[in-house]
Nanobody, 124 residues
Framework: QVQLVESGGGLVQAGGSLRLSCAAS????????MGWFRQAPGKEREFVAA????????YYADSVKGRFTISRDNAKNTVYLQMNSLKPEDTAVYYC?????????????????WGQGTQVTVSS
């Protein structure tokens, strides 16, 4: 049984930083790509960032490129999302997801398992 547990969300002022973590269990973590998605109130869930199985390849949505960094520690079965220069429009529930394959993907259908989400609120 796969479990993904996010942590690190909270309230921060615009321009601040947060680091999200997602601890995975239930299957061999290093075999699969990982991703972060977010959903703001009244909007559809959107892709934020993804990382391949080894951590060598990453991909970002244009809206967060240069501000967010995804990384993973396969020894700890954990994926991270470092968020810098946060903006009010980054406010959303952030979800981590585990892919069906080892390569990066940007669509929700490419991810088999999802965490429960963690709230990030950026005040202006």
């Amino acid at each position: 049984q796969v479990q993904l547990v996010e942590s690190g969300g909270g309230l921060v002022q615009a321009g601040g930083s947060l680091r999200l973590s997602c601890a995975a269990s239930g299957r061999t973590f290093s075999n699969y790509a990982m991703g972060w998605f977010r959903q703001a109130p009244g909007k559809e869930r959107e892709f934020v960032a993804a990382i391949n199985w080894s951590g060598l390849y990453t991909y970002y949505a244009d809206s967060v490129k240069g501000r967010f960094t995804i990384s993973r520690d396969n020894a700890k079965n954990t994926v991270y999302l470092q968020m810098n220069s946060l903006k009010p429009e980054d406010t959303a529930v952030y979800y981590c997801a585990q892919g069906t394959k080892s390569v990066v993907a940007t669509t929700s259908s490419s991810y088999a398992y999802w965490g429960q989400g963690t709230q990030v609120t950026v005040s202006s």
